[in-house]
């Protein structure tokens, strides 16, 4: 028996749109007539950026609106009363949408995804982090640890500085097809992003805005 839901032609144009493999089928409903769709996966097509409308720039989070609308068509409590097989799909779905709207949300996660897409993951291959760079984020992580608010404040305003930098960086290189420095500037970001998350918790303990 085939898997099916019903919902809204926008949402299930963009799950079709974003994934061109699966067992799933899903009835979709407008105000003329339900037509059924096939949904995909396949590794050629870009997943969740299409999910979500998404160009792929590291700075454009993506639309809360469409997730927000995909999620009530397919969020699992509008299954509650139905046949077992919807629930299972609805939350399959559900969690894919979840997934992706937390991949794409910040810089980083949409840097490695977009290297996964290219077929080059930052886990695949050599990459040289110079030991200038380890040093100085060592130093630069017990500045953090020993800082007192005032120098919280002005290290997360430089680190959110260098952050930009590297988006700035990693987006021209993925305009210009240069995958490898891409990997490489990437590879350096997760330091620097690294180093943000542990000012924002201490901002947030220090309740600094």
């Known amino acids: 028996m085939e898997k099916i839901l019903l919902l809204s032609m926008p949402s299930a144009q963009r799950l079709a749109r974003a994934y061109t493999q699966t067992t799933s089928r899903l009835f979709v409903l407008n105000t003329n007539s339900i037509k059924l769709v096939q949904i995909r996966m396949n590794s050629q097509n870009k997943g969740f950026l299409d999910l979500f409308d998404e160009n792929g720039k590291l700075?454009?989070?993506?639309?809360?609106r469409v997730y927000k609308g995909l999620q009530r068509q397919l969020h699992p409590d509008r299954f509650s009363l139905k046949p077992e097989e919807e629930k299972d799909i609805s939350e399959h779905w559900s969690s894919i949408v979840n997934n992706g709207y937390n991949w794409l949300l910040k810089p980083l996660p949409r840097a490695l995804y977009l290297l996964e897409l290219l077929g080059t993951p930052l886990e695949e291959g050599h990459i040289q982090i110079q030991s200038d760079f380890l040093m100085e984020?060592?130093?630069?992580?017990?500045?953090i640890l020993s800082a007192d608010k005032a120098e919280i404040i002005s290290l997360g305003k430089e680190i959110r500085v260098r952050l930009n930098e590297y988006i700035d960086k990693i987006e021209t290189?993925?305009?210009?097809?240069?995958?490898?420095?891409?990997?490489?500037?990437?590879a350096h970001m997760k330091y620097i992003a690294n180093?943000?998350?542990?000012?924002?918790?201490?901002?947030?303990?220090?309740?600094?805005?």
Do not use: H, Q, S, Y
């Open 59 to 64: 700075k454009e989070p993506p639309k809360a």
């Open 137 to 143: 984020m060592m130093e630069l992580n017990e500045d």
């Open 195 to 209: 180093m943000l998350d542990k000012i924002i918790e201490i901002e947030t303990k220090l309740e600094i805005d």
């Open 173 to 186: 290189a993925f305009r210009d097809g240069n995958t490898e420095e891409a990997r490489n500037e990437v």
